[in-house]
């Protein structure tokens, strides 16, 4: 069997870590690029990481979606504020039924891909990964790294179980999760996409949010004890949005994402990183579609709600 | 029967102002002063005010309390934040058993009056006031001035109806109300002050923080489509807050403060006046007391906390 074709869409600080990953290890990789094209095509690709440092040559890139071949898996690491784009750039890649692997922040972030090729060939996933663009076409990637990733369905099936799995997805998740393994990204096939996500949420919505509107470093919340009360009431608050859209997430998560953020070097996220930068922040992926699934289930997260409108007004004056 | 004689405690923009009408009227007012006493001692008070410019010389000024001398109502005119003065500052002024007419922003904020002088001789009281200090001894009132004030009864009895004020302070009530008018500053006597309070705060909690967390005037608030949809659902989480504290706000008010802060001149709240001078902000008054008031009474106000919470951040964090 030939080894499997991958397209990365939008490889900066994610998609150009893995699709450099995939590369290495001999896998026929085709970047699409925007900025970076003519930099990336005359001094190749530059990753600094903890995986290894790699400067990647003659690779594939592509400076618009209409040259890419069909691939077998297309994976997505544009951020949400740009899905706007992909009716542009998911036709080519996928024109073979190819399926997409969308690894951005949120939730329901695939079905802007799904209404383009389809419910039935999307995975999403989720990174736990600590990386940067440094510079044109240079990467650094700083710590941790894993994704753990599994079949879309769409919100009006969250609920259901593995068994709905259809097989040629089972055996194509299964490859793909083989593929990144063997390339040295440690990588989980999971039968339970909703619940990789809502766990996600659990620290994503209130340490983006406040980190942005408190303009405050993860430690600069968790040794406040007004911030870090906040902090835990918006974690309990996603706990429970989660369940009422049928995701049962343990109870010890809630102590745990909170413990794992008192431990953890004081860091910028990637909201707080886009808001500094005057960019546009992913508030809908992170805040709006968790709590319109949730509202659409019958429960309020009304602190989850202050936050969101927060930002919102935030990012409408933040440029 | 003899004028009453007033003592003012914290003669800044709302103190000053209220004394300065009283002692133009020919009130005996005793102005307790702090950084200002050697200015106004040498060169008056001086008021720049919508109902008449005044230049006040020759003023009873103390710079300590010990100096002044019984006084039938002693106005405090501090912020809450200053509160831990009062065991200190009432003693001398309300010797003979005078009233404290407690003129601060909040809620339950007259306990810390009723604890020095006890239950039975506060009267609290809500100023719609545009007013500020300029220079030393140098008010600018340019705006409205209105105050509501009625007896205090403690938390526990907030409920409790008109019948239960007890004969002389509605007395001596009736009179601080005519003397007030008589001297020019609208005033109006209410049998309820935790309506009167509530009524206020449905504005105050809402546009005091939200002008702090988002760096916003009222103007700003209103004018973006997520800021103002907040601020609505803070003002219905307030009124819904008082109605569990026995309180009943006509359902109209609610719209009737958006309407009306859609029509303000874009205005900095007091809070926000605070946080910008880098002076501790009224959180505990404003938010807190209210958010605790309404928690007693079985409601949680999430929205209010979760502002609470940001702003007790911010305040740490702001000096």
């Known amino acids: 069997m030939n080894k499997q074709r991958y397209a990365i869409i939008g490889a900066g600080a994610l998609g150009g870590l893995y699709g450099a990953m995939l590369a290495r290890q001999g896998f026929e990789v085709h970047f699409l690029l925007h900025s970076d094209y003519e930099h990336v095509r005359e001094h190749g690709l530059k990753v600094d990481s903890i995986w290894g440092d790699m400067h990647l040559r003659d690779l594939h890139v592509h400076a618009t979606a209409e040259t890419m071949p069909p691939c077998d898996v297309t994976v997505i690491g544009l951020k949400t504020t740009q899905n706007h784009l992909l009716a542009e750039l998911l036709p080519a890649p996928t024109a073979d039924g190819g399926v997409v692997l969308v690894l951005q922040n949120g939730l329901n972030v695939e079905a802007d891909s799904a209404a383009i090729v389809g419910d039935k060939r999307v995975f999403g996933g989720c990174c736990f990964l600590c990386s940067n663009k440094v510079g044109p076409g240079h990467i650094r990637h700083i710590d941790f790294g894993k994704i753990v990733f599994g079949q879309y369905r769409p919100a009006s099936s969250a609920g259901s179980t593995a068994t709905q799995n259809d097989a ?134 009304s602190r989850v709600e202050t936050l969101y409108q927060q930002l919102r007004y935030i990012d409408h004056t933040n440029s």
Chains 1, 2 share one sequence.
């Open 168 to 301: 040629r997805m089972v055996s194509i998740g299964n490859q793909i999760c083989e593929d990144l393994n063997s390339a040295g990204v440690p990588t989980e096939f999971s039968d339970n996409l909703a619940l990789v996500r809502w766990r996600k949420l659990m620290w994503n919505i209130p340490f983006n949010s406040l980190s942005v509107i408190l303009n405050a470093s993860t430690k600069q919340i968790m040794d406040d004890p007004d911030a870090s009360a906040l902090a835990e009431a918006v974690v309990r608050e996603v706990h429970a949005g989660a369940a009422a859209c049928g995701v049962t997430i343990p109870v010890e998560m809630i102590e745990k994402t909170l413990e794992n953020t008192r431990k953890m070097v004081p860091y910028d996220s990637s909201m707080r990183l886009d808001f500094l930068n005057k960019r546009a922040m992913e508030a809908e992926a992170i805040l709006g579609n968790p709590l319109r699934a949730a509202k659409e289930s019958g429960y309020e997260m």
